[in-house]
């Protein structure tokens, strides 16, 4: 036991993890070329293990790395047990203490981070009301009882329940789902008699849908994309029956917003394939969209939005402006101005959910503090001994203390 | 004497520096090019004096800001380019005697402005790769320098429509896979663009006196308004008037397609400081509201004077002009004026040049140990950090931003950084180490940022910030710190490389030297840690407050990170004495590689939302930087008996450490 809680509070063993993450970062960077920042990420930094990496167009599939979480997870022990066993505090010390306390404090909010927050988009056409944001990632079928007066049913199926292809059944839910056909990214488009066999050639499909939109488009079935700003857009075909009998199977993409419904027991149900929502009990309305060039060129000076905010639970109703650097934190979310579209009408808006946004601030308040306080100690202690300097041999006229 | 020349040194130096910022007039009867250059213009988003947009262009079409008009031909002979045969040659470095005489970088605008069809024979277009110019068929011609080539437009006008063709081919393709051919050939592309607009900024490029033109345009605007608007609403008009004054009115509005800078001032009271607009622009809006502006007619004079050869209409114009911007542009004039004097002044490339004087003076010192020799090195480095400070914060008034707001500036302030830490060492150890160190990284750092002003597309180093950037705050704090841990870890990397080389090559790294070496490195490490921890910290700050999210693996986010691992990795290597002296040599040596990486490698990889600084020449020079470093390891892990001065005993990991307090 000893021995283990010494070799868990070595130095040696610092040093070895620190170099293992200094690897870790760099080839997790490179590989963010071939993987895409998103799937690197969630493949290098916010993983136990990694099996398999691809270098300089090498592929290393036997290659076997601890992952972030591993590494974190080890330096954190580390780190703690050293200080439990191995540190002596002296004031001299108190600035190492004070960055490593910092250190422990941003390595458990970063992970606090991980497993809380959540991001999403608010796209705002000027003029346009919405009280949800969309995920950038998940998408959800849904089906949404429109029989009802006041607020709607909606009954969410998240994607994942598409890929597996198996038939989808809810206690809320009149009907079984089967999913014939699946396209986790695709490109709808429509076609006529004449431009079928032209855009075949291309790669365009027909699909098995025999109800609503699909019977009017092809779908292109695209890879998967995984790079920064683009995200993959899929499709289906659905059949819904119920009580043995098919009511037909409609083609659903988070491509098209076109409403598609279904009717059963005098109940109309529309479905739809969607980006993920998030619903929140206010609204925000886009006023305005601005976007400044710099004069004479495209280089962009600013742009902002203009947003009215209506909360009916707090009674509250008011305009804020939401700009680069400058986000507008409200019910615990922060919403950033993180792109907008040709046209300088539409505006996106990165919507944070981070419970736990604080914690770097302190961890890096610590963190600093403790570095300069002890690089002051060092200093102070530095210069001491040079206005009192210790009998030291010199050897010969070379490097005797000169005048400048 | 013998005492003193070390202070008669730095005095010669010094008066340089001084007389660069005497303020200099062309004599009254010359045209006043100066003057003309401090007129200010509105390019790439920003107020500038000409003098500043003729260096920038020269800067993207040339790769540098001279004009030669004379050097050597066929037979030994020297003389105009125009009276001499091929082969051309600007003058060779051992030509001591000869002055070639040069056209100013505001000539030069002027020239392209006011009299296109001279400066279509001046050799300012640089092409260097072999088939290129073979395409081209430009073997034979061009003057050259260096190895290098620079060609008239006259010679390339054949080949324009295949420029052409080829670069809309060659833009398709992503810059980061253009092979060094299609590489040279949009620079060339770029440079003939910006060419051929700036001959199209002043004046339509075929009119030879726009004054006289503009003059009788004016006198049409009334009719030839009423005929257009006749023609339109297909009434009845005059034929000819009408294709007389569209005869004006086409080349006016092909300009304000055109026209590269916007000379024409916001002086209208309704007008924002903003609206500054081309000619070609306001003598569209000048047929709408009848007459044309009196920049344009200004401007126009000049231009015509300057052709003509009438050095007194030229002056008088150019009075006339700047006494009309009196009261309403008074800053934009200041800022031509104070931007010139910069130019001028050239800070940068001043204390570049005594850093390497000081270099020399202190690598010598070690050679012969001359106490003077190292004085005088000292005193050059403190001069050239001086001066070095001077440019920034005269870059900073300018700009009126934080230091570092591009690659650019953050390799001038990184090696700022190394500087001031360099001189400090000296004061403290005065031995050397402090000057050989500051003088080398220094100049090593103003080369890498004159470079780095040659891949930027405008040439423009005071560009605007795009919106994300435009945060003085965050510029003030993130990338100051995060610059100064870059300078500071390179400073520890080349203090550690003077060990290595002074302990394999020369006997002159004694115990003293070597202690004071490694408590240098120490503390520079300590520093280095210091300030690019919180430098990275600030950044993670600043994503929060514009994205939304503290850290998000982005390349350069990384690259930070590993500056401060392995910075870390070193301190606990020494606490832990699981290296010795030469252990943290070695290590300081490889974090030279992993801070190359973070500064100019993340930018390489064209990922994420830093990448903003992307440019695509410097991979290999980043490779041979690393390589160099490896082979320094290398030398530093050689067993104690090939090194010289036999201090090598301190290699491995357990030898003891003397326990150092500092």
Redo the contacts between chains.
């Keep these: 036991m000893s021995r283990l809680i010494k070799f868990l509070s070595s ?2 063993l ?2 070895v993890l ?2 293992a ?2 690897v870790l ?2 080839i ?3 590989a ?2 071939h993987e ?2 998103y799937n ?2 969630v493949r ?2 916010k993983s136990w293990f990694i099996v398999g990496v691809t270098l300089f167009n090498t592929k290393m599939p036997w290659l076997v790395l601890p992952g972030g979480y591993a590494l974190g997870t080890l330096l954190l022990v580390n780190l703690s047990v050293a200080h439990f066993t191995r540190f002596l505090w002296t004031w001299r010390k108190s600035g190492i203490f004070m960055t490593h306390l910092g250190l422990i404090l941003l390595l458990l909010g ?1 992970l606090g ?1 991980d497993i809380l ?1 959540t ?1 999403s988009a608010m796209r705002l056409e000027e003029g346009e009301t919405k009280n949800y944001s969309e995920d950038f990632h998940a998408n959800e079928l849904v089906f949404i009882n429109k029989s009802l007066s006041s607020d709607d049913e909606v009954i969410a199926v998240p994607e994942k329940f598409l890929a597996a292809k198996q038939p989808i059944t809810n206690p809320q839910l009149p009907f079984i789902v089967k999913v014939k056909e699946y396209w986790p990214n695709s490109y709808l488009t429509n076609f006529g008699p004449f431009i079928a066999d032209a855009l075949a050639k291309e790669g365009f499909v027909r699909n098995t849908a025999d109800q609503g939109i699909g019977t009017k488009v092809m779908v292109l079935p695209m890879p998967v994309v995984t ?2 700003d683009s995200r993959n857009i899929p499709s289906a075909v659905i059949e819904v029956s119920a009580g043995g009998a098919t009511k037909g199977s409609w083609l659903v993409s988070s491509q098209t917003s076109a409403k598609q419904t279904v009717e059963h027991d005098g109940k109309i149900w529309e479905l739809a394939l969607r980006f993920q929502r998030h619903y929140k009990p206010y609204s925000f309305t886009l006023l305005d969209f601005t976007h400044e ?5 495209d ?5 902002r939005s203009r947003v009215r905010v209506v909360n009916p639970s707090k009674s509250e109703d008011r305009e804020v402006e939401i700009f ?4 507008l934190r409200y019910d615990g979310l ?1 919403f ?1 101005q ?1 792109s907008f579209e040709p046209g300088d009408t539409v505006t996106v808006l ?1 919507v ?1 959910k ?1 419970p736990g ?1 604080l914690t ?2 302190f ?2 308040l610590l ?2 503090l403790g ?2 306080v ?2 002051m100690i ?1 200093l102070v ?2 210069v001491q ?2 206005m009192n300097p210790a009998p ?8 005797s ?4 | 004497m013998k005492k003193n020349w070390p202070w008669l040194i730095f005095a010669i130096f010094a008066l340089e520096v001084l007389f660069s910022l005497k303020p200099r007039a062309d004599k009254p009867d010359n045209f006043q090019i100066r003057e003309w250059g401090k007129l200010p213009a ?5 107020v500038q004096p000409f003098d500043s947009l003729a260096r920038n262009c020269l800067l993207v079409i040339r790769g540098n800001t001279d004009v030669p008009l004379e050097g050597n031909g066929a037979n030994g002979k020297w003389g105009k380019w125009e009276e001499l045969d091929a082969p051309l040659s600007e003058r060779k470095w051992y030509q001591f005697s000869q002055h070639p005489k040069k056209l100013a970088p505001a000539e030069w605008l002027l020239e392209v402005f006011s009299r296109a069809e001279l400066a279509d024979t001046r050799p300012i277009f640089l092409i260097h790769h072999p088939e290129l110019l073979g395409e081209l068929k430009l073997q034979a011609k061009g003057v050259e320098k260096s190895g290098l080539r620079y060609y008239t437009f006259n010679e390339i006008r054949p080949s324009l429509a295949l420029m052409e063709k080829e670069s809309k081919s060659v833009g398709a393709i992503k810059a980061e896979l253009r092979t060094p051919y299609q590489r040279s050939l949009m620079a060339l592309h770029t440079g003939l663009t910006t060419y051929l607009r700036l001959k199209n900024s002043l004046k339509p490029e075929r009119s030879a006196d726009f004054a006289a033109e503009l003059g009788q345009f004016e006198k049409m605007i009334p009719a030839g308004f009423k005929a257009i608007r006749a023609q339109q609403t297909g009434q009845e008009f005059d034929k000819e008037l009408f294709e007389k004054f569209l005869g004006y009115a086409e080349p006016y509005a092909m300009m304000a397609q055109m026209a590269y ?2 000379i024409v001032p916001p002086v209208q009271p309704f007008q924002k400081k ?3 607009a ?1 000619v070609g622009q306001s003598l569209m809006e000048g047929i709408r509201a009848g007459e044309v502006p009196a920049a344009v007619h200004s401007h126009a004079a000049m231009a015509t004077a300057y052709a003509q050869g009438k050095p007194a209409e030229f002056n008088r114009a150019l009075a006339d002009f700047r006494a009309s911007l009196v009261g309403k542009l008074d800053t934009e004039l200041k800022k031509g004026r104070q931007e010139h004097l910069f130019n001028q002044f050239l800070p940068f490339y001043r204390s570049m040049m005594i850093y390497v004087v000081a270099l020399i003076l202190a690598a010598a010192s070690w050679l012969n ?1 001359s ?1 003077n020799l ?2 005088a090195a ?2 050059l480095v403190a001069l050239g950090a001086v001066v070095h400070t001077a440019g920034l914060i005269f870059r900073m008034f300018l700009e009126g931003r934080p230091p570092v707001t591009n690659l650019y500036s953050s390799a001038i302030f990184v090696g700022w950084g190394a500087v001031l830490l360099g001189v400090v060492l ?3 150890f ?2 050397g180490i402090g000057s050989v160190t500051a003088s080398a990284v220094g100049f090593i750092t103003l080369i890498v940022a004159h470079h780095l002003a040659l891949t930027s597309s405008t040439g423009d180093t005071m ?2 910030m ?3 950037l ?2 003085n705050f ?1 510029l003030a704090t993130h990338v100051t710190t995060i610059t100064i841990g870059y300078a500071s870890t390179f400073l520890a990397g080349f203090l550690a490389t003077i060990y290595v080389l002074r302990g394999v090559f020369t006997r ?1 790294l ?4 070597a202690k ?1 070496l490694s408590r240098m490195v120490y ?1 520079i490490v ?2 280095a ?2 300030f690019s ?2 430098g990275t ?2 950044g ?3 994503a ?12 350069k986010e ?2 930070a ?2 500056i401060v ?2 910075n ?2 070193i301190l ?2 020494r ?2 004495k ?1 290296c010795g002296e030469r252990g943290l040599m070695n290590l300081a040596i490889f974090g030279n590689i ?1 801070t190359a ?1 973070s500064w100019f490698g ?1 930018n390489m ?5 830093h990448s903003y600084g992307f440019m695509d020449a410097a991979f290999r020079w980043l490779m041979i930087f690393n390589v160099s470093q490896i082979v320094l390891i290398g030398l530093g892990c050689l067993p104690e008996r090939f090194w010289r001065s036999g201090m090598g005993g301190t290699a491995s990991g357990t030898a003891p450490l003397k326990s150092q ?2």
């Design positions: 130095l040696k610092t040093v620190l170099t993450g200094l970062i760099f997790g960077t490179l963010q070329v895409g920042l690197a990420q290098y930094f970063q981070t927050s991001e790079a920064m060039r710099y004069p004479g060129t280089l962009p000076k600013d742009f680069m650097n400058n986000p922060a950033y993180a990165q944070v981070n946004w770097p601030y961890a890096c963190m600093g570095l300069t002890q690089f060092h202690g530095f001994k040079r030291v041999a010199i050897s010969g006229k070379k490097s203390p000169r005048k400048n | 509105l390019a790439n988003g920003r800078p916007l903003s609206d500054w081309n140990w106490e190292n004085r000292y005193r000296e004061r403290i005065r031995n560009e605007m795009r919106a994300v435009d945060t965050w002159t004694d115990e003293a030297t004071s503390g300590c520093f840690t210091l921890l919180v910290i600030l993670g700050i600043w929060d407050q514009s994205w939304g999210r503290f850290w998000g693996w982005d390349p990384n690259g990170l590993l691992i392995w870390a990795i606990h290597c606490w832990g699981l992993v990486w993340t990889l064209g990922v994420g939302l307090t500092t």
